[in-house]
C-alpha cells in the first residue's frame, strides 16, 4: 500500500537564478530584491564557517529563495517519495548541496537560514562526503547521528543564541534531563545538544569542533571521538557543563513574575502558542496554537471552562511554521475577531463574530505575508505590516472602503505596527539606520522603536539602544508606551514615555525630542509575548517555564509600584554587549549617550549600529532563466526476496502464491533542481536465471495535478495445480499512468489506468502435451480510483505518530471476443499512537472485496517477503481448497497474518486487523551513544492478528471452498468423496518478535501462534520489511 504526503500548487512559479563562483541564487517572480540580500551575505558566511570548521566545501552551493513561507511550500524541495519509509534497503538521499530559505518579513531571519543551511552542508562534508556517491551511501546507509550531536552542532556554528533558548536550556538544567542527553529528542534534543558545542568552544577551543567532526566522520563512532579529542566521555562532559553553567546562565528567581495564570485545557496547553488577544470586555480569550505544523485557534471564556476551536489550519505532518501567522486582534468593540491568516499560496483576512458565528473573509493578493495588526480606536481602520518584493513595511487599511495606504518604505523591517495618540500615529519596531531610511542594502543590527506620522509620513525615534533590540510597543496612554526589550538577556517588560522641550525659536519653533525608559520586570522568565485588556490596566504575559506555556494577568498598576531598582544581565548578553561594543570601537568611539536611560535623540550618533551590505555589494547581476537540468537523488543497490513493485499477480491455476527466491536489485533515479520531475530506473536479477523485472518511470509534479507514467515488466517461473506437471513462463507487461490530485498536505485523489499484457508460455517437460500446448495472450484494461491521506510522522526506524488510510477501487476487463471484467472496493487503515517515549501501540484493519466474472482470489496467512530457510516445510497450506468453478485472473496475498502458513484462509474478499507494541528497548533505556547501528535499530514486539477470507460481501461459511476436502478425481477414478471441514472464517494469532537493522536492511523475525478451530500452531517467521 502507497500511501504519502503532498505538495500542492496553487500557483505557477518561473524561476530564474544568479550565477557566482562558487554558488547560484535562484529566485521567482518578485524575488530579486532577496536574491541579492542572499548573494551578499553568502560569502561572509562561507568564510566565517571555513575559519570555525577549517573546512572548504568542494561543490557547488545552490540557494534557492522563496518570497514566503507558502511558495516553499508549493515547491517540491524535499517531497519524498510515497514509498522510501517502504524500502527494506533504505533510499539514501544524496547530500544535497541545496538551501532553501524564505521570508519572514525579518532579514536576521532570513540570515539565519542562509547560516544553518551552509552550516549543515559543512557538517554532512563531514560526516558522509559530498562527492564521492558511492561514500555517501555506504556512510548513511549504515550510519545515524543523533538529533543533538549534528541539529544541535548546526544551531550553534549558526549563531542562534538568544534569550529565548538560553531560557530552555536554563529549564533542561534544572530539571536534570541533560544527564540523559542521548533519550532526548525534538526541541530539548537540539537545545541540548547547543548548550553541549558551545561549553566544548568555550572551554576547549572552537578549533575542537572540526577535529570531532573529522574523527566522527572517519570511525563512526560519537562517543569515541569525544574521548579521542578532549580525552573524557560524553557523561564526564554533560556533568562538566552543568557545573560550568551553573554560575554563568541565567537571572535570579528573586524577582520573578507574579500574577494569577489562565488555566487552559490540557489538550490546548500541549500545543506551542503562536499569540493571543484578550477581548475588550477582559472576558474572551483568543489563542493561536500550532503543534507540528498544524494551526489551531481557539476561543476561550476566562472566568469559565468553555473553550471552542473556532479555526483550524493544516494537518499535524511536521511542517515548518514560522511563527508569524495568525495575527489575532478583538474588534474596539468587543463583537468581532479578525486575524489574518496564510492558506493556499495567499493571505487572508477572517472577521468572525462570536454571537453569531458568521464568517466574513476577504483575501489580501498583492501581499506575500501580513503580521501584526491592531485596529484604530474607532474600529473603521487596520494598521498592519505587509510584506512584498521583500520589504515589510506598515500599511492602513479601511474595512469600509477597503482602501489601502502605505506608511512607511524603507529596505529595513517594519514589524509590529499599532495605533497610537488616538490614531494620529503608529508605532511600530524597525531595525532601520534613519528616521528617513531612504538608503537601501542597509540595516542595523539590532530592533529600535519609531513613532510615524500617518499624514505627514514622517518618523521619529522612541528609542535608541544599539545594543538591545525593542519590540512590540503598545501604548497605555498618549505618549506612554509599554514593549519588550533584550536588554538584560532575556525579553522583559519595558516602559517608554516620550516628550520634547523647546530648544531654539526663530521663524519657527525647534523641539528635541526625548524619551525616559523605565524596566517594568526584571525576572528570569523570557516573556514569548504579551497584550494589554481591560483600558490598559492589566498586561498578560506569556512565559515558558517548568516544560509549560503559562499565560499571567498582572495589573500594571502592580508592575508601577514595584520596579526593580536594579538590572541584572545575563552572562551571555554581557558578554555579546562588551563584544559589540569592541566592534563598534574599531569604527569611532562609543558616545556614553548610549549608556543613559534618558537621553537626546537628535544628538546620537547611530553609525556604530549599522550593517553595511552596500559597500561588499557586487556590481549588478544580469539573471538568467532557469532551464531543467536533472541530477542523482537515489541510488538503491539490495538483496532481498521482494519484487520492485508489488500488485496482483496473474492467476495461472497454481496453488500458492508465488514468492521470489533470494534476488538482487537495482534502482536508479534522478530528478531535476525544483524536484519537478523525476526519471527512476530499476532492474532486479532472480537467483534461477529464468524470472527477472525491469521497472521505468516518469513523474511531473510542477501543476497541480501530479502525473506519472509507469513501464514494469515481470518474467515469472510459474507452476499449475496439483493435479498437473506443467511449468509456465509468464511475460507480464504493463503500463500505468497515475495521476494525482492533493487537496492538501495530507489529503488526495488518485486516478490510474493501465494497460497489461500477459503472455504465458507452456515451457517443455518432457511430456507430448506441454510441446503442444499454445501460447496464451491475454489483454487487459484497468482503472483505480484511491482516496489517501496520511499525516504520519516518522520518530526513528520503524517508529511513527499519526493516522494514515487509504480506500480504493477498481476495475479490471479483459479485451477480448467475451468480456471479462474484475471489480475490487478495499481500505487501509492504519493509526500509530504514542505509549510513553519512544514507545508506540500500532494498529492496522483492512479489507478488500471483489467480483466479476473473472474475480481477483486473496491467499490469507503468512508475511509479506518471507523469506523461509527450511526446505522441510512449505509456506503454503495446500490443505486448503480454492473454488475451482471460479475463472480467477490474479492472485493477491492477504497478509499479515502470523501463527500459520499462506492460504489458511482464501477467497474474494478478506479483512485483518493487525496489532504491534514496539519497542526500541535499548533506545530506550541506553544513556549514552550506541555505536552498533544493529543494536540502535534493535526493537521488541508484541502482536495480536485477526483476519479471514471468505466469498461474498460479507463472511458466510457455507460458500466457502476451503471448507470442503475432496478425496480422489473423477476423471481417474468412479468415486470422490467430500468432506464439510466446517471450519471458522476467522482465525487469529498471538506473539513476539524482534526487529532490527542489519547491514541496511531491515529483519523481522517473529514466532507467532495460530489459533485455528481451536488448534494451536507455532510458526517462525523470517522477513524483510517495515511496518506492516
Not at 498471538?990 to 529483519?1003: A, C, D, E, K, P
Request: overall charge neutral; some cysteine; glycine content about 6%.
Amino acid at each position: 500500500m502507497n500511501f504519502g504526503k503532498n505538495r500542492v500548487q496553487y500557483s505557477d512559479s518561473f524561476w530564474r537564478y544568479l550565477r557566482y563562483d562558487n554558488y547560484d541564487v535562484y529566485f521567482d517572480k518578485e524575488g530579486r530584491e532577496l536574491a541579492d540580500y542572499v548573494a551578499k551575505c553568502v560569502p561572509m558566511v562561507i568564510d566565517d564557517f571555513k575559519k570555525i570548521l577549517e573546512l572548504t566545501y568542494p561543490r557547488r552551493i545552490i540557494f534557492v529563495v522563496c518570497n514566503s513561507l507558502e511558495d516553499f511550500k508549493q515547491t517540491n524541495i524535499g517531497l519524498g517519495t510515497a514509498h522510501v519509509e517502504h524500502n527494506i534497503g533504505g533510499i539514501t538521499q544524496i547530500t544535497d548541496n541545496k538551501i532553501t530559505v524564505f521570508f519572514t518579513g525579518n532579514h536576521a531571519d532570513l540570515l539565519y537560514q542562509i547560516r544553518k543551511g551552509v552550516a549543515e552542508l559543512f557538517i554532512n562534508e563531514y560526516l558522509f562526503g559530498a562527492e564521492n556517491y558511492r561514500e555517501i551511501i555506504s556512510n548513511s546507509a549504515l550510519t545515524e547521528y543523533p538529533e543533538w550531536f549534528v541539529q544541535g552542532l548546526i544551531e550553534y556554528i549558526s549563531g542562534n543564541w538568544n534569550g529565548q533558548i538560553e531560557s530552555r536550556v536554563i529549564e533542561g538544567l534544572k530539571n536534570g534531563s541533560y544527564k540523559k542527553i542521548t533519550k532526548l529528542y525534538g526541541d530539548d534534543a537540539v537545545y541540548a545538544g547547543l548548550a553541549l558545542w558551545k561549553f566544548v568552544a568555550e572551554l576547549y577551543g572552537v578549533s575542537q569542533i572540526g577535529n570531532i567532526l573529522y574523527i566522527t566522520g572517519v570511525i563512526k563512532e560519537i562517543e569515541l571521538s569525544f574521548e579521542l579529542m578532549i580525552g573524557k566521555t560524553l557523561m564526564q562532559l554533560v556533568h562538566e557543563m552543568e557545573e560550568y553553567y551553573s554560575d554563568k546562565l541565567g537571572i535570579s528567581s528573586e524577582n520573578a513574575l507574579v500574577g494569577e495564570s489562565i488555566p487552559l485545557p490540557k489538550r490546548i496547553a500541549k500545543q506551542q502558542p503562536i499569540t493571543f488577544a484578550i477581548g475588550p470586555d477582559s472576558q474572551e480569550f483568543c489563542l493561536a496554537t500550532q503543534k507540528n505544523g498544524k494551526i489551531s485557534v481557539w476561543l476561550k471564556s476566562i472566568d469559565k471552562k468553555r473553550t471552542k476551536r473556532i479555526m483550524k489550519i493544516g494537518h499535524e505532518i511536521g511542517q515548518i511554521h514560522d511563527g508569524t501567522y495568525p495575527s489575532i486582534a478583538w474588534h474596539p468593540s468587543g463583537k468581532m475577531l479578525s486575524l489574518f491568516y496564510e492558506t493556499k499560496g495567499s493571505v487572508f483576512l477572517r472577521m468572525y463574530i462570536p454571537e453569531t458565528k458568521e464568517i466574513m473573509e476577504r483575501e489580501f493578493r498583492d501581499f506575500d505575508k501580513i503580521m501584526g495588526f491592531s485596529y484604530s480606536s474607532d474600529g473603521y481602520k487596520i494598521v498592519f505590516t505587509g510584506v512584498k518584493r521583500g520589504q515589510s513595511n506598515v500599511y492602513i487599511y479601511d474595512v469600509r472602503t477597503y482602501s489601502l495606504t502605505q506608511i512607511t518604505q524603507s529596505f529595513s523591517n517594519d514589524l509590529q505596527a499599532s495605533f497610537a495618540q488616538n490614531d494620529t500615529k503608529v508605532v511600530y519596531a524597525s531595525n532601520r539606520v534613519s528616521e528617513t531610511d531612504y538608503v537601501f542594502d542597509t540595516i542595523a543590527s539590532t530592533f529600535d522603536l519609531y513613532s510615524v506620522d500617518i499624514q505627514s509620513r514622517i518618523s521619529k525615534k522612541l528609542t535608541n539602544t544599539s545594543l538591545d533590540n525593542e519590540i512590540k510597543p503598545q501604548e497605555i496612554s498618549e505618549g506612554e508606551f509599554v514593549f519588550l526589550s533584550d536588554k538584560i538577556g532575556v525579553h522583559s517588560l519595558y516602559y517608554v514615555k516620550t516628550d520634547s522641550v523647546i530648544v531654539a525659536i526663530d521663524t519657527a519653533i525647534h523641539y528635541a525630542y526625548f524619551s525616559d525608559i523605565q524596566a517594568l520586570t526584571n525576572g528570569p522568565e523570557h516573556i514569548l509575548d504579551f497584550t494589554l485588556y481591560d483600558a490598559n490596566k492589566y498586561v498578560c504575559v506569556l512565559t515558558y517555564t517548568n516544560k509549560k506555556y503559562d499565560f499571567k494577568k498582572i495589573p500594571l498598576e502592580y508592575l508601577f509600584a514595584h520596579k526593580p531598582e536594579k538590572e541584572h544581565q545575563t552572562h551571555y548578553k554581557h558578554l555579546l554587549d562588551s563584544m559589540r561594543m569592541w566592534q563598534d570601537s574599531l569604527v569611532l568611539n562609543q558616545t556614553d549617550t548610549l549608556e543613559r536611560t534618558s537621553y537626546i535623540i537628535d544628538n546620537t550618533n547611530l553609525a556604530d549600529s549599522v550593517i553595511y551590505f552596500d559597500s561588499l555589494a557586487p556590481l549588478y547581476k544580469i539573471s538568467h532563466v532557469y532551464e531543467t537540468n536533472f541530477y542523482v537523488n537515489q541510488v538503491v543497490n539490495q538483496v532481498d526476496f521482494g519484487f520492485l513493485n508489488t500488485g496482483y499477480q496473474k492467476f495461472t491455476g497454481s496453488d500458492f502464491y508465488y514468492m521470489p527466491r533470494l534476488n538482487m536489485s537495482l534502482k536508479f533515479g534522478v530528478i531535476g533542481l525544483f524536484e519537478d520531475y523525476r526519471l527512476t530506473g530499476g532492474v532486479r536479477f532472480f537467483g534461477d536465471f529464468n524470472s527477472n523485472e525491469l521497472l521505468f518511470s516518469f513523474e511531473n509534479l510542477k501543476k497541480r495535478w501530479n502525473k506519472k507514467i509507469v513501464f514494469h515488466r515481470q518474467t515469472l517461473l510459474t507452476y499449475s495445480d496439483m493435479y498437473s506437471y506443467d511449468i509456465y513462463k509468464a511475460f507480464d507487461n504493463q503500463v500505468l499512468a497515475p495521476y494525482s490530485y492533493p487537496f492538501d498536505e495530507a489529503r488526495s485523489f488518485r486516478i490510474t489506468p493501465s494497460f497489461r499484457v500477459v503472455n504465458t508460455v507452456t515451457l517443455s517437460t518432457g511430456r507430448l502435451s506441454s510441446l503442444s500446448a499454445p501460447d496464451i495472450h491475454e489483454y487487459l484494461g484497468g482503472l483505480t480510483l484511491e482516496y489517501v491521506f496520511d499525516n504520519v510522522l516518522p520518530q526513528e526506524l520503524n517508529i511513527y505518530n499519526g493516522s494514515r488510510c487509504k480506500v480504493f477501487t477498481e476495475v479490471f476487463g479483459q479485451i477480448q471476443k467475451t468480456p471479462i471484467y474484475l471489480f475490487t472496493f478495499g481500505l487501509d487503515l492504519r493509526h500509530y499512537q504514542k505509549i510513553h517515549r519512544n514507545i508506540i501501540f500500532a494498529t492496522r484493519t483492512a479489507y478488500s472485496y471483489s467480483y466479476g466474472t473473472s474475480p481477483l482470489l486473496y491467499y490469507l496467512g503468512g508475511v509479506d517477503n518471507w523469506i523461509n530457510l527450511s526446505l522441510q516445510s512449505s509456506k503454503f497450506d495446500k490443505t486448503k481448497e480454492y473454488d475451482r468453478t471460479v475463472n480467477w485472473t490474479y492472485q493477491a496475498l492477504g497478509a499479515n497474518m502470523r501463527g500459520f502458513q499462506q492460504n489458511v484462509r482464501n477467497g474474494p474478499s478478506f479483512a485483518i486487523m493487525n496489532n504491534e507494541v514496539r519497542i526500541p528497548i535499548v533506545r530506550y533505556f541506553a544513556n549514552r551513544p550506541i555505536k552498533s547501528d544493529f543494536i540502535s535499530s534493535f526493537q521488541i514486539v508484541g502482536f495480536f492478528d485477526v483476519g479471514g477470507a471468505w466469498n461474498g460481501l460479507y463472511p458466510n461459511a457455507k460458500e466457502n471452498a476451503y471448507n470442503y476436502s475432496i478425496i480422489g478425481d473423477l476423471t481417474t477414478s468412479p468415486v470422490q468423496v467430500i468432506i464439510d471441514e466446517m471450519r471458522q472464517i476467522f482465525v487469529y494469532g498471538y506473539g513476539y518478535g524482534i526487529r532490527s537493522r542489519l547491514f541496511g536492511y531491515f529483519l523481522r523475525l517473529d514466532w507467532a501462534y495460530g489459533k485455528d478451530d481451536g488448534v494451536l500452531q507455532k510458526q517462525f517467521y523470517l522477513s524483510l520489511s517495515l511496518d506492516f
